[in-house]
């Protein structure tokens, strides 16, 4: 096993609270089924933030999301598991909820080997922590996109005119993956922050990106609206259906809860998008399919390290990191992060003191 300590540090959610905690190495608990994981890298999602203050609904098949994107390495792999120390891994949390925070300087993830192929997924990208990016976000898009294309029976996005809401970390994604497939990109972000920040970075041309304010300039001219801010609200889902055209698709991806609707009282707009589903409405006398998608798996991964290896200036997914930040600093960033006191564009990522040692080696 590689050097486990007697003690290590994970944070606590509870009641609200983000804690960072020094606890007893469960060196006793270590079976055949489980893996440890050595994060050097661990993303801070608008999902772990929501969990804050509990405006996330968790769904009980994979438990809650707080601390989930990360590239780390396997300290410890039971017998039965079909891992190997050494190995360089992300993590999908779509899978099992038997697993502790990645919040934390170790992770603790039990399955069965079946479980754990899908849920502890090995990194190709040898380089990956010298220009680090988070696999789990990206392998959510590539995972969307696909279900986008198999619901509306396409084949690319070749010739489609697709307006993204949200510049957050999911819609510049949406961005980069959808003109990949062809498609002409227009992005609107409510605050001018976002807006510099993808510009800045070149992941977004001067044409591409607009202020939510001036959708009106755009009406009825999108075949398909991709929906990723925070929360997808009504007053959202009006703009999107303004700006879309008669017989586009409206595609929800930012967060929804139980119950929510549209137009009001019609698509249960929650459904179609954790069940991916695909719904025909009508709404301002234009016919309009709304659909969705949730999560993501293995091969959504795969596809997302065989996309980011062969092109790799479609998809600079380095560039949305935006800040590294220390584990002792996360518990109060991400406290002013969801009380809304703090809002950084771009991915925040706690680098771990074990990420250098792979840097100086790269
Ligand atoms: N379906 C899935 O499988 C899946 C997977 C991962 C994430 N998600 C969801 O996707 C959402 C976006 O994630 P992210 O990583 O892109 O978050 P992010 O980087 O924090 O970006 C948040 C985005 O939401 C916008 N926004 C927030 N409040 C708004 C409002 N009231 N009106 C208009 N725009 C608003 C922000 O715009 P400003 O710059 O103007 O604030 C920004 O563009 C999250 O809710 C997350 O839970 C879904």
Redesign the pocket.
Known sequence: MLNLPSEYRTTTLKDGTVSLDTRAFPHEALGEQTVVIRPDYIGI???DT?EIYGSRDVPEDRGPLFGHELVGTVSSAGAATGFREGETVTFNPNITPTRTTGFAEYIFVHGTAEQLEQAVVRVPEAGIRSNIWMPE?FS?IVH?LKKLLELADLDSLRGKRVAVI??????LMFAMYARHLGADMTVF???E??RSFAREQGILAETEIYA?ADVEEFRDGFDVVII????V?TD?LKTSAAIAADGGILFV???TRAGDTFPPSKADIDTI?RQELSESVTHLGKQLDISG???CYREDYEEGFRLRAEYPEAFPLQKLTSRLISLEDFPELVTDIAAGKK?LPGKVLIEMPSAKRYISKA
Request: aromatic fraction near 6%.
């Open positions: 999602c608008r999902a929501k976000p959510c969307a949200g510049a957050g970390c999911a819609g972000n409510r605050n922050d976002r939510l990723a801010p925070t929360i609200s959202i991806y930012g967060g998008r998608a949730y999560g809002d």
